[in-house]
């Protein structure tokens, strides 16, 4: 049964994907689309796409990924998750901090510049996550 709950949900999405314009399929915009309403959403527009379009079989695994949502679905599962998400962003930044502070202490200005980029980007993927995370809280507190 999960196989094929699994299978189900891995063909809606893969055929949901092929039904989105390229614009949406970008890692920016997973915030626009990480609460629970709006993957039901996004999955009910697919659903009546592919019902317009007479496309059963596509129908029949959006309609199990819409139930699935439906039934397991919380958004304070997803700001859980999200949350989480920060936590190993500041874990990341962490280490980065300490590579940075050995790279600086032997000197080596290559392996300097390199911690140093890595950290800008861990701090730049950390404040994406935050910003999200607040975001999210707002949307779900209006």
Do not use: F
């Not at 989105?20 to 959403?41: G, Q, T």
């Amino acid at each position: 049964m999960k196989k094929l709950w699994l299978r189900s949900l891995s063909l809606a999405v893969t055929g949901g994907l092929l039904l989105l314009p390229v614009a949406y399929i970008s890692e920016r915009a997973h915030a626009a689309d990480r609460l629970c309403e709006d993957k039901m959403r996004g999955l009910r527009q697919q659903l009546e796409h592919a019902q317009a379009h007479d496309n059963h079989h596509l129908v029949r695994g959006l309609q199990r990924a819409l139930h699935a949502i439906e039934e397991n679905c919380t958004n304070e599962q997803v700001l859980a998750e999200l949350e989480e998400d920060i936590q190993e962003s500041q874990q990341e930044v962490r280490e980065r901090e300490l590579a940075l502070e050995q790279a600086l202490k032997e000197g080596d200005e290559d392996d300097i510049q390199k911690r140093r980029e890595k950290l800008a980007e861990e701090r730049r993927e950390l404040e994406e996550h935050t910003q999200e995370l607040n975001a999210l809280r707002r949307r779900i507190n209006e």
